[in-house]
């Protein structure tokens, strides 16, 4: 029986090794989400424009909520609102897609060849590309609203990076979970939506107990969230020190998740 290298220099070699197919994986997979609809491409930029609106709505004029440190308008409260989202959305996308993702391409398993490994990658990239549509709309709204945004915006891929390796550590971990527990997916549909009310998208850490703020920390999403925000909205560099422990710690996860699901894939054809 073949066996798969866990290292975690192979967790960056496989992914450059196969890159070409990574490539032609995710364009296909992006524009064969909108195959046959009329407006294309184009629902990836309504949808969160829209999604946005909705919660907007709810809870700026329904709940009367507003954004402890920051402006009092609507539009400043969906924009912080729309920050948080970005990476919640990002996230949401990657995990709940991760048990089924063996199970769906079944017939890949049984080609020896074919670099399982690559799939939670696949589909990162589309999520990735969904995100960038909702960054771009971001900054529309911000440059429309307020001016040009704040130069700590190029910050961002400082955050976004080491997020990247704990949604590939977490997906790579799932996707094997998912071929021997079908519960899975269930599970961690109804978790990222217990998830999302946990996190401070709706409101600030900020708005919490100073007893309880700690906890907050505890949620993976909360710093991604508030460097997010810092950078974007508020113009704040981010927290250096808590980058720094948040890089190791996610690359730590990415390597664990990866080394499990190649000690793991070997029964996958036995179990399929």
């Known amino acids: 029986m073949r066996n798969f290298s866990a290292s975690p220099r192979e967790m960056f070699a496989s992914l450059w090794r196969h890159r070409e197919l990574i490539k032609v994986s995710a364009k296909r997979e992006v524009l064969g989400r909108y195959r046959g609809s009329v407006m294309g491409l184009l629902w990836s930029f309504f949808n969160p424009v829209l999604m946005l609106a909705v919660y907007t709505l709810v809870f700026s004029e329904v709940f009367k909520a507003r954004w402890s ?24 996308e990657c995990i ?40 771009g709309v971001w ?10 945004p704040h130069f700590t915006v190029f910050y961002l891929p400082l955050i976004v990076l080491p997020f990247i390796f704990f949604i590939m ?33 709706f409101y600030s850490a900020a708005a919490l107990p100073e007893v309880y703020r ?8 909360t710093p991604v969230i508030e460097q997010t925000r810092a950078v974007l909205y508020f113009g704040t560099p981010p927290n250096f020190t808590l980058l720094t422990v948040y890089w190791v710690a996610t690359f730590i996860i990415a390597w664990l998740g990866f080394a499990w699901f190649q000690k793991t894939r070997k029964g996958f054809a036995d179990v399929l």
């Open 69 to 92: 440190g920051g402006g009092e308008s609507k539009a400043d409260f969906a924009l912080v609102l729309f920050a948080g989202l970005m990476v919640f959305n990002l996230f949401a």
């Open 96 to 135: 709940n897609r991760a048990p089924g993702l063996i199970l769906t391409n079944v017939n890949y398993v049984k080609k020896v060849v074919f670099p399982l490994e690559v799939l939670p990658f696949v589909g990162l990239i589309s999520a990735l590309f969904h995100s960038f549509i909702s960054l």
């Open 139 to 148: 900054l529309l709204a911000y440059l429309f609203l307020f001016g040009i």
């Open 169 to 201: 550590g977490l997906s790579w971990a799932l996707s094997s979970l998912g071929v021997y527990l079908r519960d899975v997916g269930q599970l961690i549909n109804l978790m990222t939506t217990v998830l999302m009310f946990l996190s401070p998208i």
């Open 214 to 221: 700690h906890l907050m920390y505890l949620n993976p999403l």
